[in-house]
């Protein structure tokens, strides 16, 4: 299959699938110390696996456990979970797909706003909206979305990062990774950059920032399992990959 018809059965399966959330009951059980998992993490990403079943494929999900195959899926069911389960519309449905280890599409899917988020090689960044869709402006200072400091981490140092970015940049903390790099592709903000996550959570998105004229930069690694990210455009983007390389060295 090529890039645009992988990106193609991804885009219909985000769709029936945010068409399935309407239907499904949320019950919520604790998944560690900080984080949730809800019965709707889990049917969506089973009706995700049963939809991207294309012969040669496999798929590595949040909730289900993961496969390798020459192409890859990328599932996240619903990124920002603890959103979700609180009725914060901040949660999205996140699709990628990967040939031979390579990003070749990613789909982004705001089931909140009707808001649809593409890009494949070949084909360019799009963003769909049912909304009200405002053309960024400018602002006097970068618009960074992180997370960070993260609840119960590992990583020393995050919050005398989070007190110096302040001083350079207006912060946003989202909690919802995918729905942040589709935001920075649409350039809706300047930068975003996270730690302590997983493929599933930055692999539709960083197909996203690329194809809009972004960097997406692995921090900790050089592939999808790397423990942090930056992306965006412009000087905030080599400030920020400069302070979480040595939070993670």
Known sequence: MTPGELLALAEQACADAAKLLHELPVDVAAKGAFDQVSSADLAVEAFLRRALDVPGSAVVGEELGA??????????????????????????ISVAAAVDGELVAGCVLDPFRDELFTAAVGVPFTVRSA???????????????????????????????????????????????????????????????NLGIHPWDVAAGAVLVRAAGGTFTHIGGNALGAPGFVAGRGEIVDWLGERLEGIVS
Do not use: H
């Not at 960024?136 to 960070?148: E, M, Q, Y």
């Not at 140092?157 to 592709?185: I, K, N, Q």
């Open 67 to 92: 496969e390798k195959a020459r192409i890859t899926w990328y599932v996240d069911p619903i990124d920002g979970t603890r959103n979700f389960v609180r009725g914060l519309p901040l949660a999205c």
């Open 131 to 193: 909304g009200l869709v405002i053309p960024p402006g400018r602002s006097p200072r970068p618009v960074v979305l992180t997370d960070i400091p993260l609840p119960g981490s590992q990583y020393r140092g995050e919050m005398a990062l989070l007190t110096e970015l302040l001083d350079r940049a207006d912060v946003r903390r989202v909690y919802v990774t995918a729905l942040s790099l589709a935001w920075v592709a649409a350039g809706r903000a300047d930068a975003a950059a």
